[in-house]
């Protein structure tokens, strides 16, 4: 079964961008147009890994990875989570990090940098 990739994402152009990346190297992607819709696709279909916008139209990356972490969902608690972000002001990856993200990436995204992380974060849960 193919490890699946759920991103959070409001820009449809960097959603293409992202899924024909992740469905490039073999993994299912799933696409979530806000941070709600996002939070009920993972309570529903646990992914594998999580990208995820920080600049959402309902509530926030950072809210989205705190009521991830602390859902209860033990299978949530640890998927990882990657911030992808176009903030990068001072600060700005700390408060990723604090509100449970694993890594923080900055937009515009690379996709080498992309494939690295998803496959390093992938290898490193594999059960």
Do not use: H
């Not at 959603?15 to 024909?20: A, E, I």
């Not at 033990?74 to 990856?93: F, H, M, Q, S, W």
């Not at 993200?101 to 290898?123: F, G, H, Q, T």
């Amino acid at each position: 079964m193919s490890r699946r990739v759920l991103y959070i994402e409001d820009n449809p152009d960097n959603m293409t961008l992202v899924q024909r990346a992740i469905e490039a190297i073999g993994l299912t992607f799933i696409g979530a147009e806000n941070g709600t819709r996002g939070l009920e696709v993972a309570f529903s279909d646990t992914p594998d890994l999580i990208l995820l916008d920080i600049n959402l139209p309902d509530i926030d990356g950072y809210e989205v990875a705190r009521r991830l972490r602390n859902s209860g969902r033990a299978e949530l608690k640890y998927v990882p989570i990657v911030a992808v972000t176009a903030n990068a002001l001072r600060g700005d990856a700390e408060k990723a990090l604090e509100a449970g993200c694993d890594v923080y990436m900055s937009k515009p995204i690379n996709i080498r940098e992309l494939w690295a992380r998803v496959e390093a974060l992938l290898s490193d849960t594999k059960s």
